[in-house]
């Protein structure tokens, strides 16, 4: 990312892919070898998250967003159902609930952890029911790394028989810690009936990069079958695990074995599919997936201590007790009202600096497209969290000193 001339020093970017030579090599090995798509680099890199998540299944899509539309269609979430998000996260996790037909019940967060609780989600599934929703999933999203309180999610999900979707794309790595055990993000919830699925983003400012690629992680494997199918057109190959092909007489040859051109489309599907060359990359990457973790949480632990000095005007992200974070970014808390600085002429100056820094999020619920559907909510936790969160700079190939830098250019801008 270009930036503008700061003497001697880089700029820094909020937040940037880390490729070494290996990565290079991956793709280039895919690059001379038979398969560009849907061939073992997909299926090794699908192996490989799925063991690193804990979770029985994974299937590796195009993005993000795409991970999301297949959770959502794989659950038979449509029109006239509803899913519950918080209004601080990405476009997508509204936009894909609105894909599949279905209205967005936004919940409130918390102001300074900027997650959704059992409270704020409750409020929400109140909100959706009367409007005449019908309430199917919560999808709680793993904001800057730390994971929305689950354990209290998961309960009130199973209470109310909705699904679960959540929404990991910052959170490749995260360790859940509540209640003595660790489960790290991506393993689901198998106490939800309902369904529980968690997505994955890996665009470069992520943990991991594919370039563009996403994934869906999950346990149940009827569920995982469908989310597999609907990736790629819909079409079955094989027949459904306990359930058999449709239509046996064009399916089976007169021995009962699949006729080798077969194909069956029980729904209309899409073409979400993980190249194999972007697969190869964030394979590579998964296997230094432990290192970025260790050094993100080393340049938090020293934003803490450099950011220290200048509370109450910055404070670090507020930490919760329930996880053990792989930190996506460092979303500082500033109070720019007592500071007598806007926020844009901060983040001038900072870049001014050689400092990029990122608003996350504009609070959904108050882009034009959603406020002509349901009007002006009130979710104050939401507007409070938007009015105070800047990014400050993080990823791994940072230098211990590169937060020194961030600190004295804070505190010479706001001072
Ligand atoms: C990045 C992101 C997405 C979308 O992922 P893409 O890979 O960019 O499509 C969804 N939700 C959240 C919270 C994100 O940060």
């Known amino acids: 990312m270009a930036g503008p001339s700061t003497g001697d020093l880089p700029f820094l970017p909020y937040g940037r892919q880390s490729v070494d030579e290996e990565d290079i090599a991956a793709v280039a090995a895919v690059l001379r070898g038979d398969w560009l798509t849907q061939g073992p680099a997909v299926s090794a890199f699908e192996r490989a998250l799925a063991a690193r998540v804990g979770a029985a299944d994974a299937v590796a899509c195009a993005n993000g967003t795409a991970a999301l539309r297949l959770a959502y269609a794989a659950l038979g979430i449509g029109p006239g159902d509803a899913v519950v998000v918080p209004s601080n996260t990405f476009l997508a996790t509204a936009s894909a609930a609105r894909h599949a037909g279905a209205e967005v019940a936004f919940a409130d967060v918390d102001p300074d952890s900027g997650l959704m609780g059992v409270a704020e989600a409750e409020a929400a599934i109140d909100r959706a029911a009367k409007a005449g929703w019908r309430v199917r999933a919560l999808a709680p999203v793993h904001y800057a790394g730390q994971t929305a309180p689950m354990d209290g999610l998961a309960a009130l999900a199973r209470a109310e028989g909705l699904a679960l979707v959540e929404d990991a794309a910052h959170a490749i790595g995260t360790v859940d810690v509540s209640g003595g055990r660790e489960v790290p993000v991506g393993a689901g919830r198998p106490e939800v009936e309902a369904g529980s699925l968690t997505v994955f983003s890996f665009h470069p400012v992520k943990t991991i990069a594919a370039g563009e690629g996403g994934a869906v992680t999950g346990g149940d494997p009827a569920l995982m079958a469908r989310v597999r199918r609907l990736c790629n057109h819909g079409m079955m190959r094989t027949p459904d695990p306990g359930e058999g092909f449709a239509d046996p007489d064009a399916a089976l040859d007169a021995e009962g074995n699949a006729n080798p051109w077969y194909y069956e489309m029980a729904e209309p599907g899409f073409n979400h599919r993980l190249s194999d060359i972007h697969a190869a990359l964030v394979l590579s ?131």
């Open 285 to 415: 990457q998964l296997g230094r997936l432990d290192r970025f973790v260790e050094r993100r949480a080393r340049l938090m632990a020293l934003y803490a201590e450099r950011l220290a000095p200048l509370a109450p005007l910055v404070r670090p992200p507020a930490l919760v007790p329930w996880c053990r974070p792989a930190w996506h970014l460092c979303a500082a808390r500033i109070d720019f009202a007592a500071a007598g600085r806007n926020r844009a002429a901060v983040m001038a100056a900072l870049r001014a600096l050689g400092v990029g820094t990122q608003v996350h999020y504009i609070p959904v619920h108050r882009q034009p497209y959603w406020r002509r559907r349901y009007g002006d909510l009130a979710l104050p936790g939401a507007m409070s969290h938007y009015a105070q969160t800047l990014s400050l700079p993080l990823f791994p190939a940072m230098a211990d000193t590169d937060v020194d830098r961030v600190a004295a250019a804070l505190e010479r801008v706001l001072s």
